[in-house]
């Protein structure tokens, strides 16, 4: 090691040139990569890495045909069930059905109506009315929006204004089939390993995966900005949002790039200004932002060879890159100019020599406490999570290299600056050196303020949690937001939560003779008790309609079939009743199911029975049956599906206590014994992310003190020192968990990451203020009290300035347009000022009190 470390040294100092020469080459060889870099803001990124329930939803949406899809509501200006108002309506319906992908759009324009007037099921059978067609009474139709059991809360809004169009875009076989070749290659590998031949293919699919998605997320791009450019020639008659999964991730994807400019612009800006004022000299502006900008730029170049593609978490380590590789290199320009002023008669090679032996100790440390903080956050489950450790992890050894290279090869070349007097140095006190004068007289306080901030941390950790509003995350001005604000409030929900039940009964028999449910549930809908064709029966069908609706014989096409369980008087009945319980939930908006089919059968017919129903499954038109039928029911019948939408504004809306509930209903009942249920949709998928994020914070801060005070065992060679010297830090990262459960923020993807960083990053002011308290002390003969007021003037100051550099440069991401973005750079920056004050007065007042360091 001490042969490496002089080779080092000889080389910086000797051939300054060369070294600045190879870094310039690998600089632009990682910069040629640029072109390639891309973004993903994909719902996949969203989700965990290995989350059983996702491969479950993307089966359930391949069986029912329920493909992803845009949602546009439409508010005219003029009444809205007008001649001119529909009109629009027909036009703007038009023009999105040509958009590329999409292939339907549903709107009240062509949905079948039942009630206006009520019909036969024979009549719907044979031409189902809608509203355009020619007679169509538009105020009874509106009733029907309102009231009817398959429309109310989907399609118009209270306020009979406002209304939707579903455009249903095609479901993308070769997504679903990539992604399901690659996840079951990946879970094979985690069980079982793979063999050769396997990880070949496995490699071969994730590269043609990662292909296809960038093909398939910049047409999805196209087809949100196509959809957008319509829209907006129809925002003069109407107030229209666009809404959906497909168009968010592409307003996050300009969220990203949005952020990534500004940050970036804003970053560089604020550095060059307070380096300008530190230290008012050009030689030291210039090479720490050469620095600093070499190190993103290389790892943009990284991330681009290597198609890392940044999520709206990940994005943020430019920022964050740039902030602590500054931190790296002010520790080094402040000792640098330490010895200067005090050894004026020293070569630069002299200079740069005694700069790096004393500080590539504590510099390394500081860096490595960093990395570990970092390092920790890939054992979560969540990939953008995992991304922005592994890239800070990375970009960190970048910085800390790029520091130790850079800044001596460049402080050799260049000429020295003028020194400032020693005389002069002892005139001027530093603002820290008031800290030291406080620590001194005041110590007790310090003592007791830190007790109390701990308790009143501890009760702000206790009022923590995980539930969050989707529609929180963008601002109240941003379509996102206003689009599913009118969804969720006109509209039924927004965020889709699905109930499947598989049934283990066996099909139930269409012959005459054989027709029995055998379901107690069902009372008496079996067969035995059918009277022909009676009154009640001839009521809804008619006989001589319904012979005309089937050029053959109904009864023969129907006999020796197969009828779903779920299609009978008894299965029905079971749906029924778990619907009409989800309907009651005050966070459920819209419900559908085969309970809807049942319902109008019932308000058509007056009764139903088994045979009736058989008969009505078979009758019902294929836009009737696509409405009622097909959505709810497997194509083998022995699978239902009862979808939901849940009121995402809902005030204190729980999505794991939602579901435990109705899964708690469901179990404390028999009526569903028999079957089997599952929970899908995107509310499962997000509540489960969330769910981790408690998980994943223990865990995370769990790895982070251990792995830091072992290293800070390590490094000053006594427990009790690490002891001492974790405790501020501990304390921050409590207080700032505490002060966002005092404030009700509630932990999200990107506020999990704080308190792990507060430590890591907090960490380093502890380590670079003992190493040279230590100095200090050994020069001091002993005198803690002195030695603490000399490490307050010197390193002190270098832990503001870094300080201040940190805490503004996160307090730059208020100017991002995502919410938990702003939320992120807040609280670590307010971490950090705790971090800093638990530096210059907890962390002093503990050693001059308990003396760890002896005499």
Known sequence: MNRFFRLYLRTVT?????????????????????????????????????????????????????????????????????????????????ELADVDGVESVNSILDVPLLYSPKQSLAE????????????????????????????????LGPDGQTTALQLNLNIDETYLNLVGERDGLRQKQRE??????????????????????????????TRVEQVRDIVGRYQTSAEIFVGGVTMIAADMIAFIQSDLVVFGIAVVLFMIAVLAIIFRNLKFVVIPMACCLTAVVMMLGYVSWLDWRLTVISSNFVALLLIISLSIIIHLIVRFREYENKNPDWSKQELVTATVKFMWRPCFYTAITTIVAFVSLVVSDIRPVIDFGWMMTIGLVVALSLAFLILPSALILLPRSNGVSEEKIKQTKPLTAYFSYFVEKSGSVILIAAGLIFVASAWGISLLKVENRFVDYFHEST?????????????????????????????????????????PFAEESGFEDFDGFGEGFDDGFGIDEFNGFAEEDPFSEAKDNVTSYWMTLGGLRKIEWLHDYLESLPEVGKVQSLATLYKVGLDINGSLNDFELALMQKALSPDVRNVLISPYLSPDGVQTRITMRVIDTYPGLERAELVQRINKHINASD????????????????????????????LTLGVVFVAIYLMLAVLFKSVFVATIAIIPNILAALTVLGTMGLLGIPLDMMTITVAAITVGIGVDHTIHYIHRFKAE????????????????????????????????????????????????????GFAMFASLLGSLLLLPKLVVTIKPLGK
Not at 40 to 45: L, N
Not at 204 to 209: D, G, I, L, S, Y
Not at 491 to 502: E, F, P, Q, R, W
């Open 479 to 519: 379509e996102i937001n206003r689009g599913l604000t009118v969804i969720d409030n006109s509209l039924g929900g927004t965020i889709s939560l699905d109930i499947v039940i598989d049934s283990n009964r066996e099909g139930v028999s269409d012959n005459l003779e054989e027709f029995d449910s055998g379901d």
């Open 777 to 828: 002390l050994a020069s001091d003969g002993g005198d803690y009290i002195a030695a603490m007021h000399r490490s307050h003037a010197s390193i002190g100051r270098a832990m503001y300035y870094t300080a201040v550099i940190i805490i503004f440069g996160f307090g730059i991401m208020v100017l991002s347009r995502f919410i938990p973005t702003i939320y992120f750079g807040l609280l670590t």
């Open 192 to 221: 079982t390993g793979l063999t050769e031949q396997e990880s070949q293919r496995l490699a071969a699919v994730t590269q043609e995966f990662r292909e296809y998605r960038t093909f398939a997320e910049a047409r999805a791009r």
């Open 671 to 698: 009526v569903l014994s028999g079957e089997s249920t599952h929970f899908t949709g995107l509310l499962v998928l997000y509540n489960n992310m969330l769910q981790s994020l408690f998980s994943s914070q223990i």
């Open 14 to 94: 000797d051939y300054p040139r060369t070294v600045l020469f190879f870094l310039l080459l690998l600089l632009v060889g990682l910069a040629i990569g640029l072109p390639r870099f891309k973004l993903d803001a994909s719902a996949e990124s969203l989700t965990l890495e290995s989350d059983t329930d996702l491969d479950f939803y993307r089966e359930m949406s391949k069986r029912y045909d329920s493909g992803d899809f845009l949602v546009v509501t439409f508010k005219p200006h003029e009444e809205l069930f007008s001649e001119s108002s529909l009109t629009v309506l027909a036009s703007l319906k038009a």
């Open 124 to 155: 719907m059978s044979r031409s189902p009315r809608t509203l355009l067609t020619d007679d169509m009474d538009w105020q009874m139709a509106r009733q029907e929006f309102w009231d009817s059991p398959i429309y109310k809360n989907l399609i």
